[in-house]
């Protein structure tokens, strides 16, 4: 069983930064592609940003491309999400997810999800 904590959000502006964090515990992380997922109020949660066990495989929302990096750091057990050049419309709770095997965008596929990291942008 693996345990997943958010950490990170906040309330920024237009433009600004931030920096989620997503720390595991209760397997062995290297075993795992993670994902970051977010729903905003009224909306289905939808798919942010994977990445594969090593690292070396990332794929992104069309929405987000180009904004956020996914990354991971194996020997710290953590996977990292940041989000530049924010906007209005990225205002959700952010959820980070794991799963055995390749990384996907179908939230179905995932087995274990934290509890969720309020990001609200005000323009």
């Known amino acids: 069983q693996v345990q997943l904590v958010e950490s990170g959000g906040g309330l920024v502006q237009a433009g600004d930064s931030l920096r989620l964090s997503c720390a595991a515990s209760g397997g062995t992380f290297s075993n795992y592609a993670m994902g970051w997922f977010r729903q905003a109020p009224g909306k289905e949660r939808e798919f942010v940003a994977g990445?594969?066990?090593?690292?070396?495989?990332?794929n992104y929302a069309d929405s987000v491309k180009g904004r956020f990096t996914i990354s991971r750091d194996n020997a710290k057990n953590t996977v990292y999400l940041q989000m530049n050049s924010l906007k209005p419309e990225d205002t959700a709770v952010y959820y980070c997810?794991?799963?055995?095997?390749?990384?996907?965008?179908?939230?179905?596929?995932?087995?274990?999800w934290g509890q969720g990291t309020q990001v609200t942008v005000s323009s």
């Open positions: 990445i594969n066990w090593s690292g070396d495989t990332t």
């Open positions: 997810a794991a799963r055995r095997g390749i990384v996907t965008t179908t939230r179905s596929r995932y087995d274990f």
